[in-house]
């Protein structure tokens, strides 16, 4: 089959995990950068970019890339068979608009998907309009722990699984200067540690427990310089009858050599025994009783970010769109993931249980009466 064409709007901090991980995938061609400064595009196109040898063919001097100023240049020029969205929310739905308009078929969008769960909807709508693909490239699922936690309760080995619990630490979220080295705009998120950071765990143990039905949540804003929370815990009763914690500190630290490979610690337990991650990507089996654990997945170095899982995604996007395996993560599902951070927020500010399924059903109600003022 030919090689898929692909184009990235954004060359900030994340941006070059995205363009590396293209770089390495057989069956695609990163041909195209664009971002609003120009000079980071054209940095992200230089020949010196690469953070690995790449894998893909190569269809230039400079790894095969052009740079823009902006996406509608680049979507005349490069005509993409995919478009690789990784810029701040509030772009996301004009940018999947332009691209839809210009034909483009297959759309990868960076989490938090879309400024809110509106556009989110909105979004989706568009793109089945299209016949596009659209997907959310939330990555936290193909990393290859989690991949190996979902392997091990498919074939029991931890028996019927009742809890799954991470403790986020990644010590990053102390002081006046917090973020101001890395991702500047978390400081004026009005909404982070859930929007931004925990809907990864949200579609985690979506992942590996199944749909969840309701929250509850306490959440609190312990740096005073930054303008959303940083701190908090959220229980979520899943479809399953399983229940996960996610317990989430951004000033907290755990003991890692890189305390972002894991971003903190899980544990997954079942009558059958328990599962553990540690901060350097080993996952442990014990069985129910015994005082040992066997290693199921080591501790190594992997290349990319957070065990690859930016170029896993990208690849299985490719495997997907070129029919050969079903497509995760695709948004009209990843919707889901919205509707449930819409209610732990709310399950925050009210104090008490929320179920999810009342969260669809006020959107459902909102977008009803929208369209009768129409």
Not at 26 to 46: F, I, N, T
Not at 160 to 174: M, S
Not at 228 to 255: I, K, P, Q, Y
Request: one cysteine or more; charged letters at 20%.
């Amino acid at each position: 089959m030919s090689v898929l064409r692909v184009a990235c709007l954004g060359a900030g901090y994340f941006a070059r995990f995205h363009h590396d991980g293209w770089r390495r995938i057989e069956g695609a061609a990163l041909v195209a950068v664009a971002d609003h400064d120009l000079a980071r595009a054209q940095a992200a196109c230089s020949p010196g970019a690469a953070l690995g040898p790449a894998t893909g063919p190569a269809t230039g001097a400079a790894n095969g890339a052009a740079p823009f100023p902006a996406l509608a240049p680049m979507l005349a020029a490069a005509r993409p068979d995919i478009l690789d969205i990784i810029t701040p929310p509030p772009t996301h739905l004009p940018a999947i608009r332009m691209a839809l308009d210009a034909g483009v078929r297959a759309i990868i969008c960076q989490k938090p998907f879309c400024g809110d769960l509106a556009a989110a909807r909105e979004a989706v709508a568009l793109a089945e309009a299209a016949g596009a693909r659209l997907i959310v490239h939330e990555n936290f699922r193909f990393q290859p722990w989690y991949r190996a936690i979902r392997a091990a309760i498919e074939r029991g080995a931890i028996g019927e699984v009742h809890q799954a619990t991470f403790r986020l630490r990644p010590g990053d979220g102390q002081g006046a200067g917090a973020y101001l080295d890395r991702q500047p705009y978390f400081r004026t998120m009005p909404r982070l540690l859930i929007h931004e950071t925990a809907v990864h765990w949200v579609d985690v143990f979506r992942y590996l427990l199944g749909d969840p039905v309701a929250v509850q949540a306490d959440l609190r804003r312990l740096n005073p310089a930054i303008a959303g929370e940083d701190a908090g815990h959220v229980l979520t009763e899943h479809a399953s009858g399983a229940r996960s914690l996610f317990d989430g500190n951004r000033h907290l630290d755990h003991c890692a050599a890189d305390p972002r490979l894991t971003m903190g610690e899980a544990l997954v337990e079942g009558t059958g025994g328990a599962l553990t991650l540690s901060g350097d990507g080993a996952v442990h089996l014990r069985a129910h009783g015994a005082r040992t654990r066997d290693p199921i997945l080591p501790a190594q170095a992997w290349p990319g970010w957070g065990g690859d899982c930016v170029r896993a995604l990208q690849a299985h996007a490719v495997a997907g769109l070129r029919g050969e395996a079903p497509l995760e993560n695709e948004a009209a599902a990843y919707l889901r993931v919205l509707e449930t951070e819409a209610a732990i927020y709310r399950a925050a500010d009210t104090h008490a249980r929320a179920p999810v399924a009342d969260t669809c059903a006020q959107a459902q109600v909102a977008d009803t009466h929208a369209r009768a003022r129409v």
